[in-house]
């Protein structure tokens, strides 16, 4: 009897445990998600008032027609989606430098270009945690036994943070 | 000055201290040689003879010499703005990284600081020690024996970083209750040899990109040791565990060209980690 008890009793503890788990990693994803927002609105920021200074230091030049950029975070495709514009900003933005020496050489713009990198490296990190914590989740779910317990909280595995497909593409840019 | 003659000066004073210590050998012997007719006689004169050898070894400015001009051209050879100094890293200094624990026996020598490409660093040897004892038995475990290097790391960051090579003494360098956790990386090849461990995820793999773990790996193939690499205000700590005490002056072998050599590849260790790491270039 006290044998059945004993045995029940670590059943239990063990079902609590990898419960907990998986709401730890579920809580996980969740903050590197909001890591994720957060990187977004950073590039987005240092994006709109790096094309502000641009068509400053380019009042004297034909007039810049880089597309404004609109800042999406609802679901993974959304965000991917604004990842893909900004990255196509950035791009145009590192091009107006390439084709004018003069604003290439000027200090603020090569502050730009440093911001404009941080941000994009910040961005990279958030993506890849995110997925790494997506990872862990998803093994998790899958393995027996916490797959037995993660169908009972009617946990399912979750998408992957995808953003390198478009840079495959080429940029079109309208000076 | 050249090489060879710093070599010749240094050889000469060698020598003499070889010389000076020769009055000290009978007087052990005699000790020994005491020791079983009357042990206190002997031990005294044992204990005289190591005393004046020791003083007669560390009297004088050879051990200076060697490392201020021996040393130092080798240090000119590949940095600028070089200082030197007996004394290494403060405890506290140490302590504070919690990267490993201290122990109860602390000691850092050879300071050597100086600026390669624009990246600043500073080098130190540190020993780290738990000396237990318990009735009439020591137990001394070593922590940490090795060179501590510290590096300028220009990408901005606030948290705590700590990258450990499984082996390496310590575990969290937080301890259990701290809010420092350990995180797995994407690559697996990493996460099998290193361990980390950070007060933010972010921060972590902002640090440590897909081709700073490469450089990591490439370093820990590159070094004979265990690794520890700290990441702390702005700053690197590069920790090699290979229980090693650099630029000791010898005293009962030749210093020539071989000499030279091995404090060459002493000091290209600095060079090695800055350039394999890409400090540079960040």
């Known amino acids: ?175 | 000055m050249k090489d060879n003659e710093i070599l010749q000066r240094l050889n000469e004073k060698r020598k003499k201290i070889l010389k000076r210590m020769a009055f000290a050998i009978p007087l052990i012997i005699l000790g020994v040689l005491c020791f079983f007719t009357s042990p206190m006689v002997g031990a005294v004169l044992v204990f005289l003879g190591i005393l004046i050898i020791g003083i007669i070894r560390y009297s004088g400015d050879y051990e200076k010499d060697y490392k201020e001009s021996l040393v130092r051209s080798v240090f000119e050879r590949y940095f600028t703005d070089i200082k030197m100094q007996d004394a290494g890293f403060d405890y506290e200094f140490v302590e504070q990284t919690r990267l490993i624990p201290c122990g109860n026996t602390y000691s850092s020598d050879d300071q050597i600081s100086g600026m390669y490409h624009g990246i600043h660093f500073t080098r130190s040897d540190v020993c780290m020690q738990q000396v237990t004892r318990t009735g009439k038995t020591t137990t001394t475990t070593t922590y940490f024996s090795g060179y501590w290097m510290v590096f300028d790391f220009p990408k901005s960051f606030t948290s705590y970083l700590c990258v450990k090579e499984r082996g390496f003494s310590g575990g969290n360098p937080g301890g259990w209750f701290s809010s420092i956790e350990k995180f797995k990386m994407e690559n697996e090849l990493f996460n099998r040899t290193y361990q980390v461990y950070g007060s933010s995820q972010h921060d972590a793999f902002y640090i440590l990109t897909p081709h700073f773990m490469e450089s990591l790996l490439e370093l820990n193939e590159k070094f004979y040791g265990d690794l520890c690499i700290g990441f702390i205000e702005n700053q690197i700590h590069v920790l090699i565990d290979n229980h090693e005490n650099s630029f000791e002056a010898p005293l009962l072998r030749e210093i020539n060209e071989e000499e030279i050599r091995s404090i060459d590849k002493q000091v290209r260790v600095i060079t090695r980690i800055i350039d394999c790491l890409n400090l540079v270039e960040k």
């Open chain 1, 1 to 175: 009897m006290i044998i059945v008890l004993a045995i029940l009793v670590i059943v239990v503890i063990a079902v609590i445990q990898m419960a907990n788990g998986l709401k730890r990693a579920e809580v996980k994803i969740d903050e590197a998600l909001s890591g994720i927002d957060v990187a977004l609105v950073k590039r987005y920021d240092v994006l709109t008032s790096s094309l502000d200074a641009l068509k400053g230091l380019m009042k004297f030049e034909k007039e810049l027609t880089i597309e404004t950029i609109e800042l999406r975070k609802g679901t993974m495709r959304e965000r991917s989606e604004t990842l893909a514009k900004m990255d196509q900003t950035q791009s145009q933005i590192f091009a107006v430098g390439e084709n004018y020496p003069q604003i290439k050489s000027s200090e603020s713009f090569k502050e730009l270009q440093r911001q404009i990198q941080d941000c994009e490296e910040h961005l990279q990190a958030a993506r890849r945690a995110y997925n790494a914590n997506v990872s862990l989740f998803n093994q998790k779910i899958v393995s027996f036994p916490s797959s037995l317990i993660a169908n009972m909280m009617n946990m399912c595995s979750k998408e992957f943070f995808e953003a390198e497909s478009h840079k495959k593409e080429n940029v079109k840019i309208d000076l």
